[in-house]
Every structure is written in C-alpha cells, then in structure tokens.
C-alpha cells in the first residue's frame, strides 16, 4: 500500500520561506511522476509543480521563479522549496504520486497546511 506523508507547512511572513516535504512509502513503479498541488478555501485544486523520475520540472506560472521542486529517488522523498511567499499561496498542500504501470494511478498525501500573514 503507498502512502505519502506531507511535512513543514506552517505560518510565515510575506516575503518569507518554507520548504515542504513528502516522503513515500510501499510499493509503486519507479517510472512516475510526482508533484504538489494545492487548495485554497473556496477553490479548486490546483497544480503547484511537478517533477518525473528523470529530473523534467513543471511549474505553475503563479510561482514560477519562487518555488522549487526537487527529489530524491533513492529515498522517495519530494520536496518544495518555497521563497518570497504571498499572501495567495495559502492554502492546503497535497503531495501527488502518479504511477503508469500497469495503469495510471494517483496517490495523494493528507495535506499540509501553509499560511502566508503578517
């Protein structure tokens, strides 16, 4: 069974920095792609970033320049560094795993929360 378990939310300045964390365990493909997503009160889900085994990023354009996505293959672990936090990057942070064989299939964390206020 996969699980994913998210760490490092919490409340920062504007202008500050966070780094997330996602570590995964059990057993999946090691051909597959995994991301933070995130949930602001009212809204939709929304991607944040992605990263494939092989290292290829994708970034939201809302935080493009200030965030950071990387991993770490031999520990299953992900990461997010985020720099120059606003006040609209608030929201629940999910850690996705998707895996392509034998099918597709997504995983999700529980969610960690971050908050950006003065």
């Known amino acids: 069974q996969v699980q994913l378990v998210e760490s490092g939310g919490g409340l920062v300045q504007p202008g500050g920095s966070l780094r997330l964390s996602c570590a995964a365990s059990g057993s999946f493909s090691s051909s597959n792609r995994m991301g933070w997503y995130r949930q602001a009160p009212g809204k939709l889900r929304e991607l944040v970033a992605t990263?494939?085994?092989?290292?290829?990023?994708n970034y939201a354009d809302s935080v493009k320049g200030r965030f950071t996505i990387s991993r770490d293959n031999a520990q299953n672990l992900l990461y997010l560094q985020m720099n120059s936090l606003k006040p609209e990057d608030t929201a629940v942070y999910y850690c996705n795993l998707q895996t392509y064989w034998p099918g597709v299939r997504d995983y999700w964390g529980q969610g960690t929360q971050v908050t950006v206020s003065s």
């Open positions: 990263v494939s085994t092989g290292g290829r990023t």
